[in-house]
């Protein structure tokens, strides 16, 4: 099974700045990763799919990049309402293979 | 629009049977761009795949519950199905009825999730 680490587990930051996030696969998994956003008491919401196209409707804020086992989730000025949970997802081996990283929980300093 | 919608048992005793069902409205379960699944999130932790469906009723689990997972398909009821055996309080958690796509696993349309607990 293709294990994903996601880090940090959490991260404070001030509105504005340049947040990062890392998905690290245990095999290459060229691109094949989302990236969801959930805020608390809803459902995941797709932001990022095959690594780096932004869905449809999602601000320009929010990018993404990697290949094979290291990928990047960027949100390059913080608003307020980021605050939320992001997992990154990896699909190799469809249809059996999904499985999602730990997720990093984003707060306001 | 498509809508899912979540329904079963909120709570479920150990050793017994969870079962939800996923009611697909507003379109057809019987499409094939897409598989139907279940994910979950246990309290404060992060998502899990359960498995999928295809509306042809090709089933694929998570190898790590594959043992106690089914999940089937009535496209003349626009709904699938999910039963997990044996359950424990370890199966606790908010569960997700989903649409992932054929060939890039986005899951972009969810149920709003059912919370079920396992408790005696």
């Known amino acids: 099974d293709i294990q994903m680490t996601q880090s940090p587990s959490s991260l404070s930051a001030s509105v504005g700045d340049r947040v990062t996030i890392t998905c690290q696969a245990s095999?290459?998994?060229?691109?094949?990763l989302n990236w969801y956003q959930q805020k608390p008491g809803k459902a995941p919401k797709l932001l990022i799919y095959?690594?780096?196209n932004l869905e449809t409707g999602v601000p320009s804020r929010f990018s993404g990049s990697g290949s094979g086992t290291d990928f990047t989730f960027t949100i390059s000025s913080l608003q307020p309402e980021d605050i939320a949970t992001y997992y990154c997802?990896?699909?190799?081996?469809?249809?059996?293979?999904?499985?999602f990283g730990g997720g990093t929980k984003v707060e306001i300093k | 629009q498509l809508q899912l919608q979540e329904s079963g048992p909120g709570l479920v005793k150990p050793s017994e049977t969870l079962s939800l069902t996923c009611t697909v409205s507003?379109?057809?379960?019987?499409?094939?761009?897409?598989?139907w699944g279940w994910i979950r999130q246990p309290p404060g932790k992060g998502l899990e795949w359960i498995g999928s469906?295809?509306?042809?009723?090709?089933?694929y689990y998570n190898p790590s519950l594959k043992s106690r997972v089914t999940i089937s398909v009535d496209t003349s009821k626009n709904q699938f199905s999910l039963k997990l055996s044996s359950v424990t309080a370890a199966d606790t958690a908010v569960y997700y009825c989903?649409?992932?796509?054929?060939?890039?696993?986005?899951?972009?349309?969810w149920g709003q999730g059912t919370l079920v607990t396992v408790s005696s």
């Open positions: 989903a649409r992932l796509t054929i060939y890039t696993a986005m899951v972009t349309l």
């Open positions: 507003g379109g057809s379960i019987s499409s094939s761009s897409y598989y």
């Open positions: 469906i295809y509306y042809s009723g090709s089933t």
């Open positions: 095999q290459d998994i060229s691109n094949y």
């Open positions: 095959d690594a780096s």
């Open positions: 997802q990896q699909y190799d081996n469809l249809p059996q293979g999904i499985t």
